[in-house]
């Protein structure tokens, strides 16, 4: 289970112990028309107040809309995208600013900032999938957030505010729900919450949980078949509703006053997620059915500690806000679809384990199938010290340092069942392909912005952040090698046949144990074709055998390294021209670190920034109506991509530039007593500005050839539409509480969520294996358009709630991500040949469900 210490909202002032009002009373006024206190610019305002695009849910909401996980809340802003393949593993992305292909541990940084409180848990390879209870908001900020919130801020932020320990009284709270998925199983959870003054000055805040969530998709009965007689069956994995997800953990929080002026928070948050089998489905076989081979599971377990200390330095608020998390990650995938696509691709050459020598010890062909044990060990810790200065005065500042360091020991373990020692990762027997490696992500910033009230209703705001990063990587990837084989020196050029056992497993020298670094500083093929004795250098991270993804200095293994500094900033205009009304203008600057590409041939890739130019408004209709709305244009230069390239792992390059225009408005409405109305839309447009090309090509004219002299080609061209995100998505919700009695308060609600078409890949034309050429765009398919409908009939009885619900109540196949195994597993269409499998994941089919609260 997972502990994670999060402090209080590092804010301009005191926010714990006597001096912080009771949870529930955080947002005074109207929460459905927007007047909640947020801290999207690091002080307290009312969200009306803020001239820059925030869409907070207020803990009203978060209730009210049954919120539990990540997808719950994505539902419920439309400028918000995500890939995922699994719990835990969702990239996600702000107003259009997805090149797609991202989330590989090796891969880029976020290009979207995730906060606990004040604290980032930003990390590579899938946002926390944080459990949403007892929370006071979540707020989504919109567009570059460089200033403030630095790297991986670079398309927005989003932030997770947990409600703080207070000594205003006692108070807790306990909730249950249970409930069935269509085609599925029976899932519920238990959540509590209490909060304890221990004396005038010392308050703790506990909260636990536990959730089930059912699955959904069934494992069917399948053979596959290879070439040479080889063959698996699933018989012994079939059965129904393999996907289910168990979570459970807890927070816990102590406040204290120091003194009048100075308050102290340390914070505890553990979680641990389980989930089991496959949660995309291959509609070539059946509405929610798959056919799996080997065991799936995602073990996901992290803790995060927190310490925040606030006062006052004269009238000046001083903020020190300290973090530290451990993350772990175990899991175990099946790419029974790489062995199907592959040995068709090399059917000629007598199949995979013909052409690729997957042999067993006695030299007999074994089942070329593989499945992949993996690991992610991540460890962060961030610290930032910020002053601000009296925030009535006309002229105000807020500044700070700050410093995180995120670490992640990567192992990615390919295995086949029987594989012999001669064709293995050399000391690892079944292991075909091994990645062992550690991964350093460091960040320094100084930042600081100005606010200064022109007149009483016109304010100019400027900042600058100066930042600097430094990530490195080092360790081992790839095949093994035999020392017996005739074929040892050289380049690695594939020469067929061999004259005695292959050099390693796949019949090259150009990754793996090959291209560990001796003792001489030369690679071991470099070694051999030079007629010397080599002596490998010891593996830099334990689990390796040797290390070929690093450089050699002085004898000596150091990581590779890619470094860089630079300044961010942000202009802001706003005007009140009356009381409720806000207009605002924005220039500002965003950015996601550059880093070290694995593959040692493949340069490092530069950072990647993000102009953004909005205006938007914010208008308050006395206590009946809030309309809010942003019109922007962003520049993405240079933006990352990734994609699945040579032996079907993650490259990652600079693209062309990208512009993205779009729109965004919501609001709430109260036309009369007891009726709620609200909801909230964006449409997006982005496309990319010169041609992608399938080989780097700086002219963009996709002329240059690849780095081993390849013809280069148009791989998307000019004016084609980025991925993932859809054109246009909304959400709307109508709510109606009556008083039935004096204690007595029922309630309906409906909520519809729709969301346009989205293409899936960016790709037009790649490379395969063999020399076939794939069109990813095309033959992954596009996300089709979907809408989705919530209802909800319940009733408030003094303390007590309860409340029947159904979600997606007429059970849409709400695609969300489609995904391959391996860079040539597209299946056909449009005249493309076709080797593999295409996997959608969909939102949870229809859901039918109960659920009960107490407060006392």
Not at 822 to 838: D, E, K, L, N
């Amino acid at each position: 289970m997972i502990a994670a210490l999060l402090g209080s909202s590092m804010l301009a002032g005191p926010a714990l112990g006597q001096t912080q009002p009771a949870p529930q009373a955080a947002a005074t006024g109207n929460e459905a028309i927007g007047d909640i206190i947020v801290t999207a610019q690091k002080r307290e305002e009312t969200l009306q107040n803020v001239p820059i695009s925030v869409q907070a849910l207020g803990t009203q909401k978060l209730e009210q809309m049954n919120v539990s996980n990540f997808n719950d809340y994505t539902k419920l802003l439309p400028s918000v995208a995500f890939q995922t393949a699994t719990p835990g593993t969702a990239t996600v992305y702000i107003r259009g600013v997805a090149s797609g292909g991202d989330g590989n541990h090796s891969g880029s940084l976020p290009s979207v900032g995730f906060y606990l409180d004040e604290q980032p848990i930003t990390t590579i390879g899938g946002t926390l999938d944080v459990h949403i209870y007892d929370i006071a908001r979540i707020e989504a900020l919109s567009g570059p957030q460089g200033t403030l919130y630095g790297a991986s801020s670079e398309a927005g932020t989003v932030r997770i505010i947990t409600n703080k320990p207070s000594t205003a009284g006692f108070e807790g709270g306990f909730d249950v729900e249970g409930n069935t998925v269509r085609k599925g199983g029976q899932g519920g959870k238990v959540e509590g919450f209490v909060n304890v003054p221990l004396t005038e000055r010392i308050a703790v805040r506990a909260v636990g949980f536990y959730e089930h969530d059912a699955g959904y998709i069934d494992n069917v009965a399948a053979t596959r078949n290879f070439i040479g007689g080889l063959s698996i069956n699933n018989a012994r994995l079939v059965k129904k509703d393999i996907n289910d997800v168990d979570t459970y953990g807890g927070r816990l929080a102590l406040g204290i006053d120091l003194s009048d002026d100075w308050t102290a928070t340390a914070s505890v948050f553990g979680q641990e997620q389980k989930s089991h089998g496959s949660f995309g489905y291959d509609a070539s076989i059946g509405d929610l059915k798959v056919a799996r081979f080997f065991p799936e599971f995602n073990k996901d377990k992290w803790y995060q500690a927190a310490l925040t200390v606030q006062g006052k330095i004269g009238s000046w608020d001083l903020t020190y806000a300290g973090a530290y998390m451990d993350r772990r990650r175990h899991s175990a995938s099946d790419y029974t679809d790489y062995a199907e696509a592959y040995d068709a691709l090399y059917a000629d050459y007598g199949g995979l384990a013909g052409y690729f020598y997957y042999q067993d010890n006695a030299g007999n062909n074994v089942v070329p199938v593989q499945h992949i044990i993996g690991s992610d060990h991540f460890k962060r810790i961030s610290q930032e010290l910020r002053v601000s200065s009296p925030a009535e005065e006309p002229f105000r500042v807020v500044g700070g340092i700050f410093y995180q360091r995120q670490s992640n020991l990567i192992h990615q373990d390919y295995q086949i069942d029987k594989l012999g020692a001669a064709v293995s990762v050399n000391g690892l027997p079944g292991t075909l392909w091994l990645t062992q490696q550690k991964r350093v992500d460091r960040d320094y910033a100084i930042f600081g912005e100005a606010s200064w009230d022109i007149t009483p209703r016109l304010t100019l705001t400027g900042g600058l952040r100066g930042y600097k990063f430094d990530n490195t990587l080092i360790g081992f990837f790839g095949f093994g090698r035999n020392p017996a084989s005739a074929f040892s020196a050289g380049e690695g050029a594939d020469t067929r046949p061999f004259t005695a056992t292959p050099f390693n497993a796949a019949g090259s020298s150009r990754t793996g144990v090959a291209g560990c670094y001796t003792t001489t500083g030369k690679t071991l093929r470099n070694a051999l074709a030079a007629g010397e004795t080599p002596t490998l250098l010891p593996a830099a991270v334990a689990g390796g055998p040797c290390t070929d993804l690093a450089d050699v200095v002085n004898g000596k293994l150091v990581p590779k390294r890619t470094k860089d500094d630079g300044f961010l900033y942000r202009v802001n205009l706003n005007w009140k021209p009356a009381d409720g009304k806000l207009l605002y203008a924005t220039w500002s600057k965003g950015f996601r670190p550059g880093g070290i590409n694995r593959r040692a041939t493949i340069a490092p890739y530069a950072p990647d920034f993000l102009i953004n130019y909005e205006v938007g408004f914010k208008t308050t209709w006395g206590n009946t109506l809030r309309w809010n709305g942003a019109f922007f244009w962003q520049d993405w230069k240079k933006f990352q991509f990734s994609f699945l390239g040579q032996n079907s792992f993650t490259e990652i390059h600079n693209g062309p530039n990208a512009r993205i225009k779009g729109i965004e408005t919501d609001f709430a409405w109260n036309p009369v007593t007891g009726l709620t109305l609200s909801g909230s839309a964006a449409y997006t447009d982005g496309k990319i500005r010169k041609n992608l090309c399938l080989f780097d090509d700086p002219t963009f004219a996709c002329t240059q050839p690849g780095p081993g002299g390849e013809d280069n080609r148009i791989s998307s061209p000019k004016g084609t539409r980025l991925p993932v995100t859809p054109r246009f998505k909304m959400s709307a919700t109508g709510r109606y509480e009556f008083q039935a009695a004096p204690d007595v308060k029922p309630y309906l609600q409906a909520t519809v969520t729709h969301s346009s078409s989205a293409a899936s890949d960016i790709r037009e034309s790649v490379n395969g294996s063999a020399g076939v050429i794939f069109n990813p765009r095309l033959q992954l398919g596009n996300l089709p358009a979907w809408t989705t409908a919530d209802f909800a009939v319940g009733v408030k009885w003094k303390q007590f709630t309860a409340e029947a619900f159904i979600q997606n109540a007429f059970d849409e196949r709400a695609q969300i991500t489609r995904f391959v195994q391996c860079g040539s597993c597209y299946p056909a269409a449009g005249g493309f040949p076709g080797f593999g499998r295409a996997y959608a994941v969909v939102q949870t089919p229809r859901t039918i469900g109960i659920r009960a609260g107490y407060r006392f």
